[in-house]
């Protein structure tokens, strides 16, 4: 790697340490001797473990990331945010009136937003943030559900907002609620679950249940992948 | 006439029927109204204290998008904004008087939403009431109604938003007629109410249900003992909690009668002939035999129960 | 009978905090009881409005801890009213904001919970009684 040969500084939890420009925050704070034990999950962007918040040198801006997602900059200070304490109400998806104002009754501090835009500010996904919770206050589930799609959960909304509010909570909750009453049952998946309580697939089942570790393995890389057939797509 | 409209959260949830209303009976006299095609929640109440800049952030940010639309060609050089909701109309109208006179509070507001554009103070909120009354005129709506709503008796609610404080009032705190004079112009009877601007209790309807039924009981028998037959609001918490809140009101004072509770636009729709679009059935105290009595609308044979 | 009261600093103080937060000159107040004869929710009251406006001028904290201020429903009714033009809801806010601001909340979330209700109230709940 020709970035190498380049060092940046980069602060952990206020103390300096000289790291290799190119690469992303979670290399450079394991390059500077930290071993993750938690705060790293899938290292590509999926999992939303690795939530990061930093400041730069001489900017006031106080930044998000998710840190195997981001380079290392020089004059970052950095501070890993594995976790974020977030209340997740429990309920019961089958018991639940889709008609009553469900978001409020569960998480009624939503109505607190103040409208100041930091979580869409400090979400590392891009995402409208403080749209999704509007819609939630209107009970809005189609439109929460399809503005929050791509959360990761990584909760730096949730740590920054001023009104305290779970933005990931309430937005699953959305879309489970959306899921299970208002989104089309897609038909594909009911012909499949039919097929498999038929037995259809017991035999392959069988077979595949005596295979050695390393048969499996080649299987897996083997497989055929099944196309899902054009109008069956979940909406949006 | 195009305008841009702040529907405010309330009426995309409990309160469809107001502005499904509205909008079939502005269509009536010419006026559309387009939604503002972003929004936030502008906060229900205002701001209080003088340090709390915080809170004006939100109602800003709609007037914001006003200018956006304008921006966009959406609008041409239109800067009303008209919003339905009387709490929602306060507090914008109230931000806005703000930051038009205060241009450091304005300066702070735009320094701090720093993903939007600055807002220049070149909105003006109104009230769907003061339209009707101040740009079309209620002697003009009265020219276009289909269906005189003769013989309805209409005690005007004014509650609380809509006429103070004074400098964001649409009329005399002490003595307003708006409401009166749109009532005429359906050609229904207005009915006086000594508790017409009386507070139903706003927002302690959470937490305190019991001190809004009493006001509640109090409002409805004031207009009941002149003689109304309905109540008309513009406020969707009003509405909450003089129709919703009358199953404890009754609870709490036997001798109370139910009365049905209109959004002034489910009125105008009947009188317009829009009865498809009053939505009559989010009532809560159900308004369909009264009006059916007094032949305003066809009875039907099954509401579909 | 002749009341003597003691103003000492710490009630000079407290004053001059609620003139700051409310904007409201608050010994502008003649306790003419306009706003107690106006206001909806005197009934419910421990404290009638002018009386707390009186607490506030002789810098009595104790009014912070009164019900009175929360029963305050920021109708204006007294606003338009005050021959002194006080805003009295300002002044009320001011004192419900002294707790609210030291993240106290006045509703428990859970009581909240138990009723389907429409974002109007709970918007305008939560930011009157949420600190
Ligand atoms: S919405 Fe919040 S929790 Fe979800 S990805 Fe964005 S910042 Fe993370
Ligand atoms: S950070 Fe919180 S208060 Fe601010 S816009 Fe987002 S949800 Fe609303
Ligand atoms: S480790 Fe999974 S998103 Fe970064």
Same mark, same amino acid.
């Given at each position: 790697?020709?970035?190498?040969?380049?060092?940046?500084?980069?602060?952990?939890?206020?103390?300096?340490?000289?790291?290799?420009?190119?690469?992303?925050?979670?290399?450079?704070?394991?390059?500077?001797?930290?071993?993750?034990?938690?705060?790293?999950?899938?290292?590509?962007?999926?999992?939303?473990?690795?939530?990061?918040?930093?400041?730069?040198?001489?900017?006031?801006?106080?930044?998000?990331?998710?840190?195997?997602?981001?380079?290392?900059?020089?004059?970052?200070?950095?501070?890993?945010?594995?976790?974020?304490? $977030?209340?997740?109400?429990?309920?019961?998806?089958?018991?639940?009136? &889709?008609?009553?104002?469900? +978001? #409020?009754?569960?998480?009624?501090?939503?109505?607190?937003?103040?409208?100041?835009?930091?979580?869409?500010?400090?979400?590392?996904?891009?995402?409208?943030?403080?749209?999704?919770?509007?819609?939630?206050?209107?009970?809005?589930?189609?439109?929460?559900?399809? @503005?929050?799609?791509?959360?990761?959960?990584?909760?730096?909304?949730?740590?920054?907002?001023?009104?305290?509010?779970?933005?990931?909570?309430?937005?699953?909750?959305?879309?489970?609620?959306?899921?299970?009453?208002?989104?089309?049952? %897609?038909?594909? /998946?009911?012909?499949?679950?039919?097929?498999?309580?038929?037995?259809?697939?017991?035999?392959?089942?069988?077979? +595949?249940?005596?295979?050695?570790?390393? =048969? @499996?393995?080649?299987?897996?890389?083997?497989?055929?992948?099944?196309?899902?057939?054009?109008?069956?797509?979940? =909406?949006? | 006439?195009?305008?841009?409209?702040?529907?405010?959260?309330?009426?995309?949830?409990?309160?469809?029927?107001?502005?499904?209303?509205?909008? $079939?009976?502005?269509?009536? !006299?010419?006026?559309?109204?387009?939604?503002? %095609?972003?929004?936030?929640?502008?906060?229900?109440?205002?701001?209080?204290?003088?340090?709390?800049?915080?809170?004006?952030?939100? &109602?800003?940010?709609?007037?914001?998008?006003?200018?956006?639309?304008?921006?966009?060609?959406?609008?041409?050089?239109?800067?009303?904004?008209?919003? +339905?909701?009387?709490?929602?109309?306060?507090?914008?109208?109230?931000?806005?008087?703000?930051?038009?006179?205060?241009?450091?509070? /304005?300066?702070?507001?735009?320094?701090?939403?720093?993903?939007?554009?600055?807002?220049?103070?070149?909105?003006?909120?109104?009230?769907?009431?003061?339209? @009707?009354?101040?740009?079309?005129?209620?002697?003009?709506?009265?020219?276009?109604?289909?269906?005189?709503?003769?013989?309805?008796?209409?005690?005007?609610?004014?509650?609380?938003?809509?006429?103070?404080?004074?400098?964001?009032?649409?009329?005399? &705190? =002490?003595?307003?007629?708006?409401?009166?004079?749109?009532?005429?112009?359906?050609?229904?009877?207005?009915?006086?109410?000594?508790?017409?601007? +009386?507070?139903?209790? #706003?927002?302690?309807?959470?937490?305190?249900?019991?001190?809004?039924?009493?006001?509640?009981?109090?409002?409805?028998?004031?207009?009941?003992?002149?003689?109304?037959?309905? !109540?008309?609001?513009?406020?969707?918490?009003?509405?909450?909690?003089?129709?919703?809140?009358?199953?404890?009101?009754?609870?709490?004072?036997?001798?109370?009668?139910?009365? &049905?509770? /209109?959004?002034?636009?489910?009125?105008?729709?009947?009188?317009?002939?829009?009865?498809?679009?009053?939505?009559?059935?989010?009532?809560?105290?159900?308004?369909?035999?009264?009006?059916?009595?007094?032949?305003?609308?066809?009875?039907?044979?099954?509401?579909?129960? | 009978?002749?009341?003597?009261?003691?103003?000492?600093?710490?009630?000079?103080?407290? @004053?001059?905090?609620?003139?700051?937060?409310?904007?409201?000159?608050?010994?502008?107040?003649?306790?003419?009881?306009?706003?107690?004869?106006?206001?909806?929710?005197?009934?419910?009251?421990?404290?009638?409005? $002018?009386?707390?406006?009186?607490?506030?001028?002789?810098?009595? =904290?104790?009014?912070?801890?009164?019900?009175?201020?929360?029963?305050? $429903?920021?109708?204006?009714?007294?606003?338009?009213?005050? %021959?002194?033009?006080?805003?009295?809801?300002?002044?009320?806010?001011?004192?419900?904001?002294?707790?609210?601001?030291?993240?106290?909340?006045?509703?428990?979330?859970?009581?909240?919970?138990?009723?389907?209700?429409?974002?109007?109230?709970?918007?305008?709940?939560?930011?009157?009684?949420?600190?």
């Amino acid at each position: 790697m020709e970035g190498n040969k380049k060092m940046i500084t980069i602060y952990i939890m206020g103390k300096a340490y000289k790291v290799p420009f190119g690469l992303t925050i979670m290399k450079a704070v394991e390059y500077a001797g930290y071993r993750f034990i938690r705060g790293a999950g899938c290292r590509a962007g999926f999992c939303g473990a690795c939530a990061t918040v930093y400041r730069k040198k001489g900017d006031y801006k106080f930044r998000t990331a998710l840190a195997c997602q981001t380079t290392a900059e020089d004059g970052m200070y950095l501070a890993q945010l594995p976790f974020v304490p $977030a209340n997740r109400e429990e309920y019961n998806i089958e018991n639940i009136d &889709p008609d009553k104002n469900v +978001l #409020s009754e569960y998480y009624p501090e939503i109505n607190r937003c103040v409208s100041c835009n930091t979580c869409t500010k400090s979400c590392p996904q891009e995402l409208d943030v403080m749209d999704f919770i509007q819609a939630a206050i209107r009970g809005d589930y189609k439109k929460v559900s399809s @503005l929050s799609f791509d959360c990761i959960q990584c909760g730096l909304c949730t740590a920054r907002c001023p009104a305290e509010i779970t933005h990931y909570h309430v937005a699953q909750l959305a879309r489970r609620i959306y899921g299970k009453y208002y989104s089309p049952i %897609p038909k594909h /998946l009911e012909k499949r679950v039919g097929e498999i309580k038929k037995g259809k697939f017991d035999k392959e089942i069988e077979r +595949l249940k005596k295979m050695s570790v390393d =048969e @499996l393995k080649k299987a897996y890389v083997k497989r055929k992948i099944e196309r899902i057939p054009r109008g069956e797509v979940r =909406e949006e | 006439m195009k305008l841009p409209y702040f529907p405010g959260c309330t009426l995309k949830q409990t309160a469809k029927n107001f502005e499904k209303s509205a909008m $079939a009976s502005a269509r009536r !006299i010419g006026i559309e109204l387009v939604e503002l %095609p972003r929004w936030n929640c502008c906060g229900a109440v205002s701001s209080l204290t003088s340090d709390d800049i915080m809170h004006h952030v939100a &109602p800003i940010r709609d007037l914001v998008r006003v200018q956006q639309m304008n921006d966009d060609g959406i609008l041409n050089n239109e800067y009303r904004l008209v919003v +339905l909701c009387s709490m929602c109309f306060n507090v914008l109208k109230r931000s806005n008087m703000l930051v038009t006179k205060d241009a450091e509070t /304005l300066n702070k507001i735009n320094e701090f939403m720093d993903t939007e554009p600055d807002y220049e103070g070149t909105v003006e909120v109104k009230h769907f009431l003061e339209i @009707l009354r101040d740009e079309i005129g209620f002697d003009k709506i009265k020219e276009k109604i289909k269906k005189p709503l003769h013989g309805l008796k209409v005690s005007p609610y004014y509650g609380c938003t809509l006429l103070r404080p004074r400098e964001i009032g649409i009329d005399d &705190p =002490e003595a307003p007629t708006i409401m009166d004079d749109f009532i005429k112009s359906l050609e229904a009877t207005p009915v006086d109410n000594p508790y017409k601007s +009386l507070c139903c209790g #706003s927002y302690h309807t959470v937490g305190n249900a019991e001190v809004v039924a009493h006001r509640t009981y109090k409002i409805i028998e004031g207009a009941r003992r002149n003689g109304a037959d309905v !109540i008309i609001t513009s406020c969707p918490l009003c509405a909450f909690n003089l129709d919703n809140r009358q199953e404890l009101t009754k609870k709490l004072h036997p001798d109370f009668e139910y009365m &049905p509770i /209109l959004y002034f636009t489910q009125l105008m729709a009947l009188a317009f002939g829009e009865e498809k679009e009053a939505g009559f059935d989010e009532n809560f105290v159900n308004p369909v035999p009264l009006l059916e009595e007094k032949k305003l609308l066809k009875k039907v044979v099954s509401r579909g129960e | 009978m002749t009341e003597v009261i003691h103003i000492e600093k710490k009630n000079v103080k407290f @004053l001059q905090k609620v003139v700051e937060l409310s904007g409201e000159e608050v010994t502008m107040c003649e306790q003419c009881g306009i706003c107690t004869t106006s206001c909806p929710m005197a009934e419910e009251m421990d404290v009638s409005p $002018a009386g707390i406006m009186r607490a506030v001028q002789i810098g009595d =904290e104790s009014v912070v801890e009164s019900k009175a201020i929360w029963f305050c $429903a920021s109708c204006f009714t007294c606003t338009v009213r005050c %021959p002194r033009g006080i805003d009295l809801a300002k002044v009320t806010e001011a004192l419900r904001q002294l707790t609210l601001r030291k993240n106290v909340d006045h509703i428990d979330l859970d009581e909240v919970k138990k009723e389907s209700l429409p974002a109007i109230a709970l918007v305008s709940a939560l930011r009157k009684f949420t600190g």
